[in-house]
Protein backbone atom coordinates (compact mmCIF):
# COMPACT_ATOMS: atom_id res chain seq x y z
CA UNK A 1 0.00 0.00 0.00
CA UNK A 2 1.50 3.34 -0.88
CA UNK A 3 1.59 5.96 1.91
CA UNK A 4 -0.57 8.72 1.59
CA UNK A 5 1.75 11.44 -0.03
CA UNK A 6 1.25 14.97 -0.04
CA UNK A 7 -0.85 16.52 -2.08
CA UNK A 8 -0.13 19.61 -3.81
CA UNK A 9 -2.89 22.10 -3.87
CA UNK A 10 -2.99 25.88 -5.12
CA UNK A 11 -6.20 27.94 -3.95
CA UNK A 12 -6.44 31.64 -5.19
CA UNK A 13 -7.24 34.55 -3.26
CA UNK A 14 -11.23 33.90 -4.05
CA UNK A 15 -11.24 30.67 -2.94
CA UNK A 16 -9.14 31.53 0.04
CA UNK A 17 -11.83 34.20 0.80
CA UNK A 18 -14.63 31.62 -0.10
CA UNK A 19 -13.38 29.35 2.72
CA UNK A 20 -13.52 32.16 4.87
CA UNK A 21 -16.50 32.99 4.82
CA UNK A 22 -17.66 29.46 5.09
CA UNK A 23 -16.08 29.16 8.44
CA UNK A 24 -17.97 32.63 9.56
CA UNK A 25 -21.55 31.51 8.20
CA UNK A 26 -21.69 27.89 9.78
CA UNK A 27 -19.83 29.30 13.03
CA UNK A 28 -22.56 31.88 12.82
CA UNK A 29 -25.34 29.69 12.44
CA UNK A 30 -24.32 27.50 14.88
CA UNK A 31 -23.91 30.26 17.64
CA UNK A 32 -27.62 32.42 16.43
CA UNK A 33 -28.78 28.47 16.82
CA UNK A 34 -27.73 28.41 20.17
CA UNK A 35 -29.19 31.27 21.40
CA UNK A 36 -32.31 30.28 19.41
CA UNK A 37 -32.81 26.60 21.23
CA UNK A 38 -32.88 28.85 24.88
CA UNK A 39 -35.58 31.48 23.19
CA UNK A 40 -38.08 28.27 22.37
CA UNK A 41 -37.80 29.09 18.91
CA UNK A 42 -35.80 25.72 17.57
CA UNK A 43 -38.31 22.44 17.06
CA UNK A 44 -35.45 19.89 17.28
CA UNK A 45 -32.58 19.11 19.57
CA UNK A 46 -29.61 20.98 18.77
CA UNK A 47 -26.01 19.93 19.00
CA UNK A 48 -23.54 22.13 17.54
CA UNK A 49 -20.22 21.96 16.14
CA UNK A 50 -18.79 25.07 16.89
CA UNK A 51 -14.99 24.38 17.31
CA UNK A 52 -15.02 21.92 14.51
CA UNK A 53 -16.01 24.26 11.50
CA UNK A 54 -12.77 23.76 9.63
CA UNK A 55 -13.49 20.02 8.94
CA UNK A 56 -16.42 21.09 7.34
CA UNK A 57 -14.89 23.74 5.28
CA UNK A 58 -12.16 21.32 4.63
CA UNK A 59 -14.20 18.92 3.58
CA UNK A 60 -16.98 20.21 1.66
CA UNK A 61 -14.75 22.49 -0.54
CA UNK A 62 -15.25 22.00 -3.91
CA UNK A 63 -17.18 18.79 -3.73
CA UNK A 64 -19.10 18.02 -7.05
CA UNK A 65 -23.13 18.47 -6.40
CA UNK A 66 -23.40 14.70 -7.63
CA UNK A 67 -20.48 13.56 -4.87
CA UNK A 68 -22.48 12.55 -1.63
CA UNK A 69 -22.12 13.70 1.67
CA UNK A 70 -23.35 11.44 4.49
CA UNK A 71 -23.50 14.43 7.45
CA UNK A 72 -23.80 13.94 11.42
CA UNK A 73 -25.97 15.51 13.58
CA UNK A 74 -23.07 18.72 14.04
CA UNK A 75 -22.83 19.08 10.65
CA UNK A 76 -25.11 21.17 9.48
CA UNK A 77 -22.88 23.63 7.50
CA UNK A 78 -22.39 20.20 5.33
CA UNK A 79 -26.10 21.01 4.19
CA UNK A 80 -25.48 24.67 3.47
CA UNK A 81 -22.01 23.84 1.27
CA UNK A 82 -23.73 21.05 -0.54
CA UNK A 83 -26.41 23.87 -1.43
CA UNK A 84 -28.98 24.19 0.95
CA UNK A 85 -30.17 27.40 1.12
CA UNK A 86 -29.85 29.44 4.97
CA UNK A 87 -33.72 29.99 4.89
CA UNK A 88 -34.36 26.10 4.01
CA UNK A 89 -32.08 25.02 6.82
CA UNK A 90 -33.18 27.48 9.36
CA UNK A 91 -37.31 26.79 8.31
CA UNK A 92 -35.88 23.01 8.79
CA UNK A 93 -34.77 23.54 12.70
CA UNK A 94 -37.88 25.62 13.32
CA UNK A 95 -39.74 22.61 11.93
CA UNK A 96 -41.81 25.08 9.31
CA UNK A 97 -43.22 24.17 5.94
CA UNK A 98 -40.83 25.55 4.33
CA UNK A 99 -38.22 23.24 5.86
CA UNK A 100 -36.40 20.37 4.02
CA UNK A 101 -38.51 17.54 5.50
CA UNK A 102 -41.47 20.01 5.87
CA UNK A 103 -41.81 19.75 9.51
CA UNK A 104 -42.36 16.06 9.67
CA UNK A 105 -38.78 14.79 11.29
CA UNK A 106 -36.95 15.87 14.48
CA UNK A 107 -34.77 18.54 12.20
CA UNK A 108 -31.44 16.46 11.82
CA UNK A 109 -32.74 13.42 9.81
CA UNK A 110 -33.38 15.04 6.20
CA UNK A 111 -31.52 14.82 3.45
CA UNK A 112 -31.71 16.13 -0.47
CA UNK A 113 -31.10 13.34 -3.27
CA UNK A 114 -31.04 16.32 -5.61
CA UNK A 115 -27.79 18.10 -3.86
CA UNK A 116 -26.57 14.41 -2.33
CA UNK A 117 -26.93 14.83 0.65
CA UNK A 118 -27.92 11.68 2.90
CA UNK A 119 -30.36 12.15 5.98
CA UNK A 120 -28.91 11.01 8.88
CA UNK A 121 -29.75 8.09 10.73
CA UNK A 122 -30.06 8.38 14.76
CA UNK A 123 -28.54 5.17 15.53
CA UNK A 124 -24.50 5.81 15.17
CA UNK A 125 -22.61 4.33 12.60
CA UNK A 126 -25.57 3.19 11.01
CA UNK A 127 -25.05 6.15 8.51
CA UNK A 128 -21.47 4.13 7.73
CA UNK A 129 -22.57 0.90 5.93
CA UNK A 130 -25.28 3.55 3.65
CA UNK A 131 -22.10 5.43 2.71
CA UNK A 132 -20.45 2.05 1.67
CA UNK A 133 -23.83 1.34 -0.21
CA UNK A 134 -23.59 4.63 -2.26
CA UNK A 135 -19.83 4.32 -2.75
CA UNK A 136 -20.71 0.75 -4.17
CA UNK A 137 -23.26 2.30 -6.29
CA UNK A 138 -20.83 4.62 -8.18
CA UNK A 139 -18.28 1.72 -8.65
CA UNK A 140 -20.93 -0.06 -10.47
CA UNK A 141 -22.58 2.99 -12.18
CA UNK A 142 -18.53 3.30 -12.98
CA UNK A 143 -18.91 7.07 -12.32
CA UNK A 144 -16.14 8.50 -10.17
CA UNK A 145 -18.15 10.58 -7.55
CA UNK A 146 -17.19 9.86 -4.42
CA UNK A 147 -18.82 9.14 -1.11
CA UNK A 148 -18.27 11.45 1.95
CA UNK A 149 -18.74 9.86 5.35
CA UNK A 150 -18.54 11.50 8.37
CA UNK A 151 -18.48 9.87 11.65
CA UNK A 152 -17.58 10.84 15.18
CA UNK A 153 -14.66 8.93 17.32
CA UNK A 154 -17.71 7.38 19.17
CA UNK A 155 -19.05 5.93 16.47
CA UNK A 156 -15.96 4.13 15.47
CA UNK A 157 -16.50 1.56 18.12
CA UNK A 158 -20.18 0.36 16.95
CA UNK A 159 -20.09 -2.80 14.75
CA UNK A 160 -21.48 -0.63 11.50
CA UNK A 161 -18.20 1.05 11.36
CA UNK A 162 -16.44 -2.16 11.17
CA UNK A 163 -18.27 -3.54 8.48
CA UNK A 164 -18.34 -0.27 6.65
CA UNK A 165 -14.63 -0.16 6.26
CA UNK A 166 -14.34 -3.67 5.69
CA UNK A 167 -16.63 -3.72 2.31
CA UNK A 168 -15.61 -0.33 1.37
CA UNK A 169 -11.75 -1.77 1.75
CA UNK A 170 -12.57 -5.17 -0.22
CA UNK A 171 -14.56 -3.64 -2.52
CA UNK A 172 -12.18 -0.89 -2.69
CA UNK A 173 -15.09 1.56 -2.99
CA UNK A 174 -14.36 5.36 -3.93
CA UNK A 175 -15.48 6.64 -0.21
CA UNK A 176 -13.23 9.35 2.39
CA UNK A 177 -14.10 8.57 5.60
CA UNK A 178 -14.47 11.56 7.78
CA UNK A 179 -13.61 11.40 11.67
CA UNK A 180 -14.31 14.37 13.68
CA UNK A 181 -12.43 13.34 16.68
CA UNK A 182 -13.69 15.68 19.11
CA UNK A 183 -12.38 13.88 22.29
CA UNK A 184 -15.59 13.20 24.41
CA UNK A 185 -19.11 10.91 23.03
CA UNK A 186 -21.27 12.51 24.77
CA UNK A 187 -19.77 12.69 28.47
CA UNK A 188 -17.77 9.96 27.95
CA UNK A 189 -13.73 10.92 26.98
CA UNK A 190 -12.36 8.78 24.17
CA UNK A 191 -9.66 7.11 26.34
CA UNK A 192 -12.67 5.21 28.11
CA UNK A 193 -13.48 4.09 25.10
CA UNK A 194 -10.73 3.29 23.01
CA UNK A 195 -6.92 1.71 24.12
CA UNK A 196 -5.60 3.43 20.99
CA UNK A 197 -4.41 6.91 20.33
CA UNK A 198 -5.54 7.27 16.70
CA UNK A 199 -8.97 5.72 15.22
CA UNK A 200 -6.91 6.56 11.75
CA UNK A 201 -5.13 3.51 12.56
CA UNK A 202 -8.20 0.72 12.41
CA UNK A 203 -8.29 1.52 8.58
CA UNK A 204 -4.91 -0.23 8.19
CA UNK A 205 -6.99 -3.37 9.49
CA UNK A 206 -9.29 -2.96 6.08
CA UNK A 207 -6.93 -2.69 3.98
CA UNK A 208 -6.29 1.35 2.96
CA UNK A 209 -4.62 4.52 4.52
CA UNK A 210 -5.74 6.32 7.64
CA UNK A 211 -4.10 9.49 8.67
CA UNK A 212 -4.74 11.66 11.82
CA UNK A 213 -4.26 15.03 11.04
CA UNK A 214 -5.78 18.76 12.91
CA UNK A 215 -8.96 18.75 12.34
CA UNK A 216 -8.78 22.69 13.13
CA UNK A 217 -6.07 23.76 10.49
CA UNK A 218 -8.67 24.10 7.47
CA UNK A 219 -6.32 24.08 4.76
CA UNK A 220 -4.65 20.82 6.32
CA UNK A 221 -8.08 19.43 5.74
CA UNK A 222 -8.25 20.56 2.76
CA UNK A 223 -5.09 18.99 1.55
CA UNK A 224 -5.67 15.16 3.19
CA UNK A 225 -9.00 15.66 1.78
CA UNK A 226 -7.65 16.52 -1.75
CA UNK A 227 -5.25 13.75 -1.90
CA UNK A 228 -8.40 11.20 -1.07
CA UNK A 229 -10.85 12.39 -2.91
CA UNK A 230 -8.31 11.91 -6.13
CA UNK A 231 -7.24 8.00 -4.93
CA UNK A 232 -11.72 7.63 -4.76
CA UNK A 233 -11.92 8.93 -8.04
CA UNK A 234 -9.15 7.25 -9.66
CA UNK A 235 -10.59 4.11 -8.82
CA UNK A 236 -7.76 3.39 -6.07
CA UNK A 237 -10.30 2.91 -3.13
CA UNK A 238 -11.16 4.66 0.35
CA UNK A 239 -9.13 6.80 2.67
CA UNK A 240 -9.60 7.70 6.42
CA UNK A 241 -9.09 10.91 7.86
CA UNK A 242 -9.33 11.29 11.15
CA UNK A 243 -9.73 15.07 11.71
CA UNK A 244 -8.67 15.97 15.56
CA UNK A 245 -10.50 18.78 17.09
CA UNK A 246 -13.21 19.83 20.00
CA UNK A 247 -16.64 20.56 21.02
CA UNK A 248 -17.00 24.12 22.16
CA UNK A 249 -20.61 23.48 24.14
CA UNK A 250 -21.72 20.15 25.48
CA UNK A 251 -22.93 17.58 23.28
CA UNK A 252 -26.37 19.25 22.47
CA UNK A 253 -27.43 22.64 23.90
CA UNK A 254 -29.12 21.16 26.78
CA UNK A 255 -25.83 19.44 27.94
CA UNK A 256 -23.60 21.90 30.72
CA UNK A 257 -20.70 19.24 29.82
CA UNK A 258 -19.96 19.66 33.68
CA UNK A 259 -17.43 16.49 32.74
CA UNK A 260 -15.08 18.24 31.29
CA UNK A 261 -12.20 21.22 32.87
CA UNK A 262 -12.53 25.13 32.17
CA UNK A 263 -8.36 24.40 31.46
CA UNK A 264 -9.29 21.85 28.97
CA UNK A 265 -11.85 24.05 27.23
CA UNK A 266 -9.20 27.44 26.95
CA UNK A 267 -6.81 24.99 25.62
CA UNK A 268 -8.73 23.76 22.99
CA UNK A 269 -10.34 27.70 21.96
CA UNK A 270 -6.86 28.81 22.07
CA UNK A 271 -6.81 26.43 18.45
CA UNK A 272 -10.32 27.97 17.50
CA UNK A 273 -9.78 27.51 13.74
CA UNK A 274 -11.01 30.64 12.20
CA UNK A 275 -8.22 33.03 14.29
CA UNK A 276 -5.54 30.67 13.05
CA UNK A 277 -6.82 31.36 9.08
CA UNK A 278 -7.27 34.80 9.79
CA UNK A 279 -3.51 35.22 10.44
CA UNK A 280 -2.63 33.56 7.68
CA UNK A 281 -4.90 35.51 5.16
CA UNK A 282 -3.66 38.55 6.52
CA UNK A 283 0.03 37.58 6.39
CA UNK A 284 -1.04 36.91 2.62
CA UNK A 285 -2.32 40.22 2.50
CA UNK A 286 -5.97 38.51 0.90
CA UNK A 287 -7.52 39.60 4.20
CA UNK A 288 -7.74 43.40 4.92
CA UNK A 289 -10.01 45.11 7.64
CA UNK A 290 -12.69 46.52 5.11
CA UNK A 291 -12.64 42.71 3.39
CA UNK A 292 -13.01 41.21 7.10
CA UNK A 293 -15.70 42.99 7.62
CA UNK A 294 -17.99 42.51 4.44
CA UNK A 295 -17.22 38.93 5.22
CA UNK A 296 -18.62 39.49 8.94
CA UNK A 297 -21.75 41.41 7.36
CA UNK A 298 -22.28 38.92 4.86
CA UNK A 299 -22.54 35.79 6.64
CA UNK A 300 -24.86 37.70 9.72
CA UNK A 301 -26.79 39.06 7.28
CA UNK A 302 -27.42 35.53 5.53
CA UNK A 303 -28.23 34.38 9.02
CA UNK A 304 -30.85 37.63 10.05
CA UNK A 305 -32.70 36.86 6.86
CA UNK A 306 -32.65 33.42 7.34
CA UNK A 307 -34.15 33.63 11.25
CA UNK A 308 -36.77 36.18 9.92
CA UNK A 309 -38.05 34.27 6.84
CA UNK A 310 -38.29 31.05 9.29
CA UNK A 311 -39.76 32.93 12.03
CA UNK A 312 -42.68 33.92 9.65
CA UNK A 313 -43.30 30.96 7.54
CA UNK A 314 -46.35 28.78 7.71
CA UNK A 315 -46.48 25.47 10.41
CA UNK A 316 -47.08 22.30 8.10
CA UNK A 317 -50.45 21.27 7.38
CA UNK A 318 -52.01 18.68 9.20
CA UNK A 319 -53.14 17.51 6.42
CA UNK A 320 -49.20 17.09 4.93
CA UNK A 321 -48.60 14.85 7.88
CA UNK A 322 -49.91 11.80 5.24
CA UNK A 323 -48.37 13.17 2.14
CA UNK A 324 -45.09 12.02 0.18
CA UNK A 325 -45.38 8.71 1.91
CA UNK A 326 -43.87 5.98 -0.29
CA UNK A 327 -44.68 2.19 0.07
C1 LIG B 1 -25.90 3.07 18.57
C2 LIG B 1 -26.14 4.32 19.40
N1 LIG B 1 -25.75 4.36 20.67
C3 LIG B 1 -25.96 5.47 21.42
C4 LIG B 1 -26.56 6.56 20.89
C5 LIG B 1 -26.79 7.83 21.74
N2 LIG B 1 -25.83 8.84 21.32
C6 LIG B 1 -26.17 9.80 20.42
S1 LIG B 1 -24.89 10.79 20.01
C7 LIG B 1 -23.86 10.00 21.10
C8 LIG B 1 -22.41 10.39 21.22
C9 LIG B 1 -21.74 10.37 19.89
O1 LIG B 1 -20.36 10.55 19.99
P1 LIG B 1 -19.48 10.58 18.69
O2 LIG B 1 -19.78 9.43 17.80
O3 LIG B 1 -18.07 10.72 19.13
O4 LIG B 1 -19.97 11.90 17.92
P2 LIG B 1 -20.09 13.38 18.49
O5 LIG B 1 -21.48 13.54 19.04
O6 LIG B 1 -19.03 13.55 19.53
O7 LIG B 1 -19.89 14.29 17.34
C10 LIG B 1 -24.52 8.95 21.74
C11 LIG B 1 -23.89 8.04 22.71
C12 LIG B 1 -26.97 6.49 19.54
N3 LIG B 1 -27.55 7.51 18.92
N4 LIG B 1 -26.73 5.36 18.82
Same mark, same amino acid.
Given at each position: ???????????????????? %??????????? *?????????????????????????? =????????????? &????????????????? @??????????????? =?????????????????? @???????????????????????????????????????????????????????????????????? &????????????? *???????????????????? %????????????????? @????????????????????????????????????????????? *?????????????????????????????? &??????????????
Amino acid at each position: MPPIKRTKFKLSSEQLLEMF %YWLKLIRAFDL *RLSTLVKQGKVRSGVYTGIGQEAIIV =GTCFGLRREDFIC &PLHRDLGAFLMKGVDAR @TMMSQMFAKATGLSK =GRDSALHSGVNELGIFGN @TSMLGANLPVAAGIGFTFKMEKSDNVVIAYFGEGASNVGDFHEALNFAGVQQLPIVFICENNQYAYSV &PLEKTMAIDDVAI *RAEGYGFEGVAINGNDVLAV %YQAMQGALARARGGDGP @TLIECKTYRWHGHSEHDKAFYRTDEELAMWKSRDPIPTFTTYLRA *RHVLDDAKLKEIEDQAAHTIDDAVEFASNA &PDPAAADAVTDLYA
